[in-house]
């Protein structure tokens, strides 16, 4: 029997700067912490993009290194629909200590993460989470 070449799977376009710099803001939030959609994009150098980080966070791997769960929006909530990633997202923040309200919303004043020598959004620095 003759053998049939083997079907390729196409390759992922490599990372596009934007996505790199997005990425390695990400990786930077400690556990426990939050950081929003649009926090993540100035941060990276793209403000206003705060859409591209969502993008970005679609496009990762399987098995990627990079906390995506750990970027919520800035209302406090989980994007993805609680029936399909948001489940797992939760699961994950609340393994690390971050708690949700009734709403399902996170306190940004209390979880969101500030990079050292950065105000958060709201003009103060953020506190360290309450156990």
Not at 78 to 89: D, H, K, M, V, Y
Not at 106 to 125: D, I, K, Q
């Amino acid at each position: 029997m003759k053998k049939l070449p083997r079907a390729k799977r196409p390759k992922r376009a490599a990372p596009s700067s934007a996505y790199t710099r997005i990425y390695a803001v990400v990786c930077r939030i400690p556990r426990g912490r939050v950081a929003t959609y649009g926090q993540i994009a100035e941060l990276a150098g793209l403000p206003g993009h705060a859409r591209q980080v969502g993008y970005a966070m679609h496009a990762l791997p399987d098995g990627s290194s990079v906390p995506w769960h750990r970027v919520i929006s800035a209302s406090g909530g989980i994007s993805l629909g609680a029936f399909t990633w948001g489940g797992l997202q939760r699961a994950l923040l609340e393994s690390e200590g971050v708690k949700f309200d009734r709403a399902g919303r996170v306190s940004l004043e209390r979880f969101r993460w500030s990079p050292r020598g950065r105000p958060t959004p709201a003009g103060r620095r953020a506190s360290r989470p309450r156990a």
